[in-house]
């Protein structure tokens, strides 16, 4: 665990793993401990970056956030702080929509793109999904609120197979004490968050996943979106709801892998095997934030 201070927060991060980077990035109320489930199996091939994002967790912003751009900043200036030139970028809903804000806003920051239950265009149905949950952070207490969120976020199968996981995670984050004024920061970016059609423009290659009973941010809206970006690729997770990742990392990991590696390395990867090549025992000054 580490902390490092950017211009409008000091932002919270924790690494695993020695492959290239895999910057992840969470969603809407959820922690850098979202990703506890899965960064055990993503750890075995990447360098997994986990953060909190600003004002959430252990993350203190200076600044509140206005828009997703102010999320983008956030994160280019942490890959500065890793000195990483690029990394690999993976998003969850919330997430996944700045990941989006950050791949057209640092092309070049981006060797591949995952995005997770998420969507390009804010549509009347996701208004009113988003109206609905803001309704409950401002009226519900804690507990009914993050069972609302968890149950949303759960597909009906996952959940009658796992009562007790469902049970656990609701005490959990009942017990992280999520600052309300934050959660509702990050609804009003995402109530800002549509893309002109003419500015969206992703470059990196991209891969979309959508959970088949994801009732938050239905699988239709992420295959429109994959229909936007060209040369992706998307898949439908079957039995899946919003977080296919965190539920079955060892059926969603293998994917994400596969995906990576088809695109072969990444910049970053192959700075660091010219080095080697040019000294032996030297690692890549890109690297050296991560590495060192």
Known sequence: MAWTELSDVRCYYELLGDGEPLLLIPGLATTCRLWDPATPLLSEHFCCIGFDNRGIGRSIGRRHTHTLRDYSTDIVELLD??????????????????????????????????????????????????????????????ETFSRMMELLATSPEFH???PELFERRIADKCARKIDRRAVGAQLRCLARSEFKPEE????????????????????????K????????????????????LVDEPERIVPIIERFV????????????????????????SAWGGVLS
């Open 81 to 142: 702080a890793l000195q990483l030139d690029r990394a690999h970028v993976l998003g969850v809903s919330l997430g996944g929509i700045i990941a989006q804000r950050f791949a057209m806003d640092f092309p070049e920051r981006v060797d591949n793109l995952i995005l997770i239950s998420c969507s390009h265009f804010f549509t009347p149905y996701l208004r009113q999904m988003s109206l609905l949950l803001a309704h409950g952070l401002r009226h519900f207490n804690t």
């Open 160 to 162: 009658d197979a796992h």
């Open 225 to 244: 979106m994959a229909d936007m970006i060209a040369g992706s690729t998307f898949r439908l997770i079957e039995g899946a709801g919003h977080n296919p």
């Open 200 to 223: 969206y423009r992703i470059t990196a290659p991209t891969l979309v996943l959508a959970g088949e009973y994801d009732p938050i941010i239905p699988g239709c809206y992420a295959r």
């Open 261 to 284: 590696h088809r695109n072969g390395l990444s910049r970053n990867a192959r700075v660091k095997e010219n080095a080697k090549e040019q000294a032996p025992g030297m690692e890549a």
